[in-house]
């Protein structure tokens, strides 16, 4: 009875030992041993307790069968060999380095996506420096948090649109599409005369920086090669706080001029520019292969692969894109779909993930950090700015490299860890007497502690892990659902975390959020997978079996 399954695997390898010279053989020996056994163990109810007296011929030539199979395709997929339907020969391609071939090409357009990520920093940050000047010019210090829930709603309302034009005119043609609200908006906050103008200015901002929040790290997935998928889409955070450097660089010198445009209303008028070159700069950009595969455009995708990795990757990528093949078989998914049974559980961890990553009191620490650091004896406004903004920035540098070597769920466990770690220590700062002679150092130190913990896991990961988790299908409409999360949290905060303050006390409130930070550290240990090293179609079937 093993000798039909002996005959199998002794003529594949036979087959096999006529390209000893490869220099993929050795890795090709070792994955096929590794695979095997990863095989039988996955199949226990089959493997264990088998002997040779009770396994059929044809259960036997099925597991031989699909040995051979497994191997061959993990050869496709790793050293992009072809296997030919014809005799079932291996033949082999040109060894193909993916640093070497697709890395350098999928920058520049990596780049240019994140233009979108410097304008939702820079339209969040641009406000703080301007207030005082608006103030005197519109009357609009009253208004100011009005002004700041209309961004917010806007921006909710526009990350929630975002998904639905991503998957109906693609992902390039809503950057474009999406450049349009940010440039009018950008203008009218620039020349607004009045509270009024000024209100519509900053909610057309909003709804585009709401669209650009869901969009840019989609893209950005969509596009990356495996292997640098973390460190790129971790690009988005670190852009975005550059956009709100910017936003505070940008309000030093023009607020001081003497011109009327080169005050404030420069300030607002900048964001023009990043906004036209990325409509510009979306024209040359190739459209997210994956969407053109669910399309159906068979040919444009095979194209755009080749702009992006080079053309003698077209065959591997196409072959993961036709091995999850869920653009052909089924039709795009509706809204209502991300409530199904099938989806419901990937997509309520997307929205858990913005849900603590707000409730964990990001906002609250860096409202309340002037007031920190003005009890530590840094008198200076724009010093606390600058070393929040040090402390954002340099974590997220120190979290792009660690990406795809730690893993995504490591950073965000570690992340919310020291999130509340350093709560905690800011609620004893303001509480416990014994600590008085020292709340103020206390405090600083707890603020850039938390600042740095949120960089470098709770910040860029969220957006990065959604794209990566969601099917392809679904993918635009539940990152867009999870960024309404993100912006409706953020509203909330907004809204009532003032009142709350007043009626609580700072105390108590940094508290609470530190045991939200504990619930978000047992929530992501049982239900966050890992994606490091894995491609969105390998993912896509882990979580979607059925699919």
């Known amino acids: 009875m093993q000798a039909s399954t002996h005959l199998i695997k002794g003529n594949l390898e036979v087959k096999i030992s006529k390209r000893r010279d490869l220099p993929c053989f050795r890795e090709f020996k070792e994955r096929k041993s590794t695979l095997t056994r990863n095989l039988c163990i996955r ?28 191997v061959a395709r993990s050869l496709i997929k790793f050293r992009s060999v072809k296997a030919q339907a014809s005799g079932g020969d291996v033949e082999d391609l040109a060894p193909i380095n993916p640093h070497e071939t697709s890395t350098g090409t999928v920058l520049p357009f990596v780049g240019v996506a994140c233009l979108g990520a410097i304008l939702f920093g820079y339209h969040l940050g641009v406000v703080n420096g301007a207030l005082d000047y608006l103030s005197k010019d519109l009357g609009i210090a009253q208004n100011a948090v009005m002004q700041g829930i209309t961004l917010l709603a806007a921006a909710a309302v526009g990350s929630f649109t975002g998904g639905a034009l991503a998957d109906k005119f693609g992902r390039t043609r809503t950057f474009q599409l999406d450049a349009i609200p940010l440039i009018i908006g950008a203008v009218l906050t620039a020349i607004a005369q009045n509270v009024q103008t000024m209100i519509i200015g900053r909610l057309l901002a909003g709804i585009g920086i709401g669209i650009t929040s869901a969009i840019v790290p989609l893209y950005i997935s969509e596009i990356s090669p495996t292997d640098i998928r973390g460190a790129l889409g971790s690009v988005n955070q670190l852009f975005i706080c550059i956009g709100i450097l910017a936003a505070l660089v940008a309000g030093l010198p023009l607020s001081r001029s003497p011109l009327f445009f080169y005050r404030w209303r420069g300030m607002f008028g900048l964001a023009v520019i990043p906004s036209i070159l990325l409509a510009l700069g979306m024209t040359y950009s190739p459209e ?43 039709p795009e998914a509706g809204w209502i779909d991300l409530f199904s049974k099938r989806y419901w559980k990937v997509v309520s961890v997307g929205a858990a993930l913005f849900f603590f990553q707000q409730f964990a009191g990001i906002n609250a620490v860096v409202y309340y950090s002037t007031a920190v650091f003005r009890s530590a004896g840094i008198a200076s406004d724009v010093a606390a700015s600058a070393l929040v903004g040090a402390s954002n920035v340099f974590g997220t540098v120190i979290a792009s490299s660690l990406m795809d070597r730690q893993g995504r769920k490591s950073l965000l466990i570690t992340s919310f860890s020291g999130m509340g770690a350093s709560m905690l220590l800011l609620s004893l700062s303001f509480s416990w007497k014994v600590l008085a002679p020292y709340s103020g150092i206390l405090a600083v130190v707890g603020t850039v502690l938390y600042v740095l913990s949120f960089s470098l896991g709770a910040g860029p990961v969220p957006a990065l892990l959604l794209p990566e988790i969601f099917a ?11 960024l309404c999360m993100h912006w409706i949290s953020n509203f909330v905060i907004g809204l009532y975390f003032l009142s709350v303050v007043d009626k609580f006390g700072i105390s108590v409130v940094y508290l609470v959020f ?34």
């Open 43 to 70: 199949r226990a109810s089959i493997c264990s307790g088998l002997s040779s007296g009770a396994v059929s011929m044809g259960a036997e030539l099925a597991r031989a069968r699909d040995n051979v199979e497994t």
């Open 288 to 330: 997210s292969p994956r969407w053109l595969f669910q399309q159906g455009k068979i040919s444009e995708a095979e194209k755009s692969i080749g702009t992006l990795y080079g053309k003698e990757r077209v065959p591997e990528v196409m072959y993961e894109l036709r091995t999850a093949g869920q653009g052909s078989t089924e």
């Open 472 to 482: 392809s299908r679904i993918r635009a409409k539940a990152v867009a659902l999870s």
């Open 514 to 547: 530190a045991a939200v930070c504990l619930l978000a550290v047992l929530f992501m240990a049982g239900n966050v997978v890992e994606t490091k090293g894995r491609s969105l179609e390998e993912i896509e079937l882990a979580l979607n079996p059925t699919t």
